[in-house]
């Protein structure tokens, strides 16, 4: 668990810095990359585990799953989003949400909040 965080913010910390180095002209985020965001799944577990995330406005979400199950992930964003999944590894794109604000990720099988993504 703390190992996986960690890699979390490793990544996220190195997709921070890619996108800071390149097509720095613009500055509507809108245009930057995915954010992507590893989500593993094992049993009545789910990592990460209602963490926040802040992505920009219109940001794509890219969900790389591994489960021991298929399952589907629901997204409260305006429309929500459900998104299913296999069991091994899948990605998952959530569509860029229009609307700031923070948008649960979750898993109702498991009644468990993934992250919660801050919309700015
Ligand atoms: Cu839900």
């Known amino acids: 668990m703390r190992r996986t965080l960690a890699a979390l913010a490793v990544l996220l910390t190195s997709l921070a810095t890619l996108s800071a180095c390149g097509g720095s002209d613009s500055p509507d985020e809108s245009d930057a990359g995915p ?3 590893e989500v593993t799944v094992k049993g009545d577990s789910i ?3 209602g963490e926040r995330v802040q992505v920009a406005v219109g940001q794509e979400v890219d969900l790389e799953v591994t ?3 298929p399952g589907t992930i629901h ?3 305006t429309p929500e989003q459900e998104l299913d999944y ?8 959530i569509e860029g949400i229009d609307t700031p604000g923070v948008v649960d990720v979750e898993s109702h099988e ?3 909040v ?7």
């Open 86 to 93: 296999d069991a091994g590894d899948s990605t998952l794109t």
């Open 110 to 112: 498991l009644d468990k």
């Open 35 to 37: 954010k992507v965001i």
């Open 75 to 77: 997204v409260h964003s």
């Open 47 to 49: 990592t990460p585990n």
């Open 114 to 120: 993934i992250v919660q993504l801050e919309v700015r």
């Open 67 to 69: 489960a021991d199950a």
